[in-house]
């Protein structure tokens, strides 16, 4: 479920994700960690802060204008009409969806437990590899679609467990756990191994306080010639 849609479902709330992508191939391995945070408030504006081993991003979708960090750099303001907000914060929002993707066509969801999570009617799905079937292909997407990455198309899924809790009321994932590894046959000798390690979670629904503007500078124009 895009971000847009979740915040006309719950209103208020904060997001966060934290990602860890571990690879090995051969001798050779290393490991990055991702984190993402979203504060939307319940007059529709938004703060989100993105950080990986090499940059941060910090963003602010408040009225009419945006303010946008990068790294340790000034906050620049700029008209909101100038940004796409909605794909900024979905980079985030939609990791869970990103991080089963490969292993859509043995994915199995099983054993529905009701319970509550931070107040709130949920039902726990269980994730796992299950039988093979056929991938989904979108149909409602407009053009053009994105070209599909490489590895994604040869990944083969070795190992997934983990859980989603699904808002009762709404249909959002209020939480995630996952723990997947899939094979990237890149070579016939030891190829490559992704494991994949995310946690999401959704809080203080309803109760976030408003986002505030921060202090800023204009952002940079060139002056026409006369």
Known sequence: MPFGEATSRLGSFSFVAKTRF????GED?????????IVFDSNGNY????????????????????????DSGHVRKKPRREVNTETWADI????AAAALDPFETLLAISDPNPMELAGRSCIRLALALGEAKAKHVETTRSLPQPVPAAWREKARPMDLQGFL??????G?????????RIEIPDRDVRPTILTVHLETQIDEIGSVQPVVEPQSVPEFRRTPPP
Do not use: C, M
């Open 172 to 180: 959002v994932v209020l939480q995630a756990k996952i723990d997947g």
């Open 47 to 70: 703060h989100l802060n993105y950080k990986t081993p090499t940059n941060q991003t910090e963003y602010y979708s408040i009225g009419d204008n945006v303010f946008v960090r990068l």
């Open 22 to 25: 571990d690879f090995r191939r």
């Open 29 to 37: 391995s290393r490991s990055q960690e991702n984190s993402h945070r």
């Open 92 to 95: 985030g929002f939609l990791s």
């Open 165 to 170: 809790w699904v808002d009762s009321e709404t």
